[in-house]
């Protein structure tokens, strides 16, 4: 089956600093979504992305579907930022494939 | 719009018991998932309904979970007899037709198996 593969796993980052994080996925897809997991576990849709680029205020998204990657970019960090980041793809066949995250820690 | 609500938040059960989770999708979504989360891991799915029927169960452990959406709106999620290996989080998501559509969360069941 599909493998997606996220990085990096970890990262502390200071207030105000950028951060890229990397999705890859090793086939084709249908459809791909970044949410962010806050601290009391709920996943917040950030983007709905399959191709091309899309931008919510600090954040922004990239997909490059013939390469197999997806970039979540998220600019002048706060604390607010904390938590963990997932992509999930969606590749046919009724399977929704998640990542393993990229855990944020953003320090004041 | 409503999201796709949840109840209970939280369960604590000894191993052997039953335990049965409720979720309610957004109104007008066709399509209902049940994904296991485990501390640490991403969410994994077990059962994709579409209206009230099945399609896609593999990730089940058919031999002691069970699920229903009954009129193709609710549904519940049973466990039964529970191990120490389910304590996790239960999220319900639904999406409008289908997974190639976006998919909204609800805010999941915490369960611990004692």
């Known amino acids: 089956g599909i493998q997606v593969e996220q990085s990096p796993p970890d990262l502390i980052l200071q207030e105000g600093a950028n951060s890229t994080l990397r999705c890859n996925f090793s086939d084709s897809v249908n459809n791909l979504q970044w949410f962010h997991q806050n601290p009391w576990g709920q996943l917040i849709n950030l983007f709905y992305?399959?191709?091309g680029t899309k931008q919510n205020g600090r954040l922004s998204a990239t997909t490059v579907a013939t390469e197999r990657y997806s970039l979540l970019y998220i600019s002048s960090s706060q604390t607010t930022d904390s938590g963990v980041y997932f992509c999930a793809v969606y590749t046919g066949g009724f399977k929704t494939i998640f990542g393993a995250g990229t855990r944020l820690f953003v320090k004041a | 719009e409503a999201g796709v609500a949840q109840s209970p938040r939280y369960k604590i059960i000894e191993k052997r018991q039953s335990v049965a989770f409720w979720c309610n999708p957004i109104s007008g979504h066709a399509t209902l998932y049940w994904y296991q989360q485990i501390l640490g891991q991403g969410p994994k799915l077990l059962i994709q309904f579409q209206n009230n029927g099945v399609v896609d169960d593999s990730q089940l452990p058919k031999d002691r979970f069970s699920a229903e959406r009954l009129k193709g709106v609710d549904s519940t999620l049973k466990i039964q007899p529970a191990k120490l290996e389910d304590s996790a989080v239960y999220l319900c998501?639904?999406?409008?037709?289908?997974?190639?559509?976006?998919?909204?969360f609800g805010p999941g069941t915490r369960l611990t198996v004692t």
């Open positions: 998501a639904s999406s409008a037709i289908g997974p190639s559509y976006e998919q909204y």
């Open positions: 992305i399959p191709s």
